[in-house]
């Protein structure tokens, strides 16, 4: 039996058993989690150097040393984290829903684990904590398959949680980790049908194809953020430029970074031209429209590619658009669904962007870089869906659930 | 162009106008697609007396002539459920839930359209007006593909439906008839990458592993309904007669119908041979393992394979098992998730029945014929769930909607 085999194996035969989990149970051995990393933050920080050392040597570009890469300060998130998950109402059990039909049947509607929850990923280690607590306290066994690159990070973090896990009393098959990191142990998880019950790709392109053209178990799509801001005609001209700046520039790397700036023309000769100066002193390369070129020479010309393009990295794409209509229908034709967001004081602009800007999360006056499970108060994410089926946006505990009707006759027939 | 090319293209096209429509348009289009089912009753049964003749012609089964014919009745009931969709809260703008973040951030998450959804679908013409009402409730385009079985009755519907939407001012766009009824029309609905946001196959074991090879649209499985009625030791004698006498015999033909019957050991020889006696006046031919047929001799020997059989006839396999821990483990090895019942007096037995068994529906005294969005107080159904994501069990309008994260903030930037 392959290694992948036989974990799916165990973590099929371990859901039950966490399933009938209390949320004292569950809360216990999450709080336990959190403690380890902590005091375990010497020994983790060591292994993750060790990966950080063979990244460099590799010449892994510094966006993803910057992911891979675990501090003190990191692990005590990790921690914290933990402990907001572990905060949160259990949702195994809650009724969703119930009402009494005319007949006298009581309909409940009740949310229940998933059962097995697989995630493929790529740099980040802390995607092993978070997965690892929100897959326990959703009454999950869950299997990690991250990459090459964070090995060492990922194998001493899972070792610190599943024995916090015994120490707790709940089967450290709630979290395993797939030794390999080959393609081969990616495949046979996507097609691991009737042990995965969900599987989440966090990861590049090439992880989503590799998915959309192998996986034969369920799964939810954690696509590309090709993230929009778009500056209207109402905008206050500090806000609009502090909210540029932090979603383009705070942190490039992550998937809520934004990657389009559209500028009503009735500000753009008023306020652009500074915020792309800040813009550009933070390192920003900006690729403008003709309009935008006309108002800030520096610009590079942007291209149609320009306009689908993820960068990851200090580059920005500029254009100057003459409505929100038009703002609106190039973030539909454009946009990957994951973050958008509006500066504006305009009531009936911001009622507009919300309502018809098809997106994950659609920000008033904030920046994209919220669009995260943490910044939610979900303690953690699983991912965020850029899928319209089951949950969209960051996800949560809800999103690691299902439901079942369950409902009470007394010895109802059909006529 | 296609045909289905064109017709998906336009349902995309009318989608963003059905998405802002408000709940009082809805309403009235849907009351008057109602009332237009009912003052052409008498149009709609001839042309379905065509398709029903053809069927005879062509040696089609008794149960699928049962599926296809629309009688006054019938039809009355397809617009009596129009009118419970009309009279059931808009799910478009929901506000599913909402907080205010320690930073001030106000987090929402409200229901939206999914676009286009498309129901490829066998025998049953109710489906035809069931799928538009739902569809046009929740703000969504539909692009129905019948079978070529109900031609004549599907295409009619849908005129007399198309007409009242004009009546209304609804983009007649929002339902739509796929003409052909080959193989080439449903493969191509499958791939319509872009223009399809659901697809919902309703049939049989052919069209669901047709999805599963070709489909790359996202799509539930409404699959097969190998239901289970389980008659507890402590069950009322007379209420688990009536209850599974109505399960397998009060309309065969459907999937949440029962088709093995569990019976604990303790009651068998008390209760078992009257109820099968009741059942074989029905009409029911019994499959039994030995201690059934040792009980009542008139069994045929089960075999192995009538455990997994969804016969969607007069038939049902029966067994004796030694506990309830026997009966959850043999529907956890052959359920299909989708409806399940028991008929106890003992609370303990219905808790651990209710919480242990997975299944889209779970029955404590009540028949398993009452899986159905119908019953369940929805109006009419899209489908039975039987898979775990988006919706599992019977679909109404909240599994014909996503959800997007509304946030607003006051300039909010992250740190």
């Known amino acids: 039996m392959t290694d992948v085999a036989e974990i799916c194996g165990r973590a099929k035969d371990a859901a039950p058993a966490l ?9 216990r051995a999450l709080e336990g989690m959190a403690d380890a990393l902590e005091r375990r933050s010497d020994y983790l920080t060591e292994c993750n150097a060790d990966d950080i050392e063979r990244a460099r040597a590799d010449g892994i ?3 993803l040393i910057d992911r891979l890469t675990l501090t003190a300060g990191r692990l005590a998130s990790m921690a914290d984290g933990l402990r907001v998950v572990a905060a949160q109402p259990d949702p195994v059990g809650e009724v969703v829903g119930g009402w009494r039909r005319p007949n006298g049947l009581t309909v409940t509607q009740v949310r229940a684990p998933l059962g097995v929850v697989a995630v493929i990923y790529e740099a980040r280690p802390n995607v092993t904590a978070d ?7 959703s009454g999950n066994a869950c299997v990690l398959r991250g990459s090459s690159t964070a090995l060492a990070s990922n194998g001493a973090i899972v070792d610190v949680l599943r024995h916090a896990l015994a120490g707790a009393q709940v089967t450290q098959d709630a979290v395993q980790l797939v030794p390999g ?9 996507m097609q691991a049908k009737g042990f995965v019950d969900l599987l989440v790709p966090r990861g590049g392109r090439a992880l989503i194809e590799s998915i959309e053209q192998h996986a034969t178990v369920p799964h939810i799509i954690d696509g590309d953020g090709n993230c929009h801001v778009y500056v209207d005609a109402e905008a ?4 609009a430029t502090r909210i540029v700046v932090n979603a383009k520039a705070q942190r490039p790397s992550v998937c809520n970074a934004a990657e389009t700036l559209l500028v009503h023309a009735e500000i753009a000769d008023k306020w652009l031209g500074g915020a792309l100066d800040e813009l550009a002193a933070k390192g920003v390369e900006v690729r403008g429209d003709e309009r935008v070129r006309a108002l800030w020479p520096n610009a590079v010309a942007a291209t149609d590619d320009d306009w689908d393009t993820e960068y990851l990295d200090l580059v920005l794409a500029v254009k100057v658009v003459d409505s929100i ?26 009622r507009r962007f919300t309502s018809e800007v098809d997106s994950g999360s659609i920000f008033v006056n904030a920046s994209t870089r ?3 499970g943490g910044e939610f108060g979900y303690g953690a994410e699983i ?4 899928q319209k089926l089951h949950a969209r946006g960051p996800m949560g505990l809800q999103a690691l659930t299902t439901t079942k009707y369950v409902v009470w006759g007394d010895g109802h027939v059909r006529e």
């Open 236 to 239: 206050d001209h500090d806000m």
């Open 131 to 137: 997965v690892s607590g929100l897959c326990l306290k």
């Open 383 to 386: 991912g965020i869906s850029t």
């Open 370 to 372: 919220f669009s995260d």
């Open 325 to 350: 209509d038009e703002a609106i229908a190039h973030i539909g034709r454009h946009g990957t669904s994951n973050a958008e967001a509006i500066v504006t004081d305009d009531l009936k602009a911001a």
């Open 19 to 27: 399933a009938r989990l209390t949320a004292a149970e569950k809360n």
């Open 181 to 189: 990191t080959d393609r081969a142990s990616a495949t046979e998880l």
């Open 61 to 63: 570009s510094s966006t």
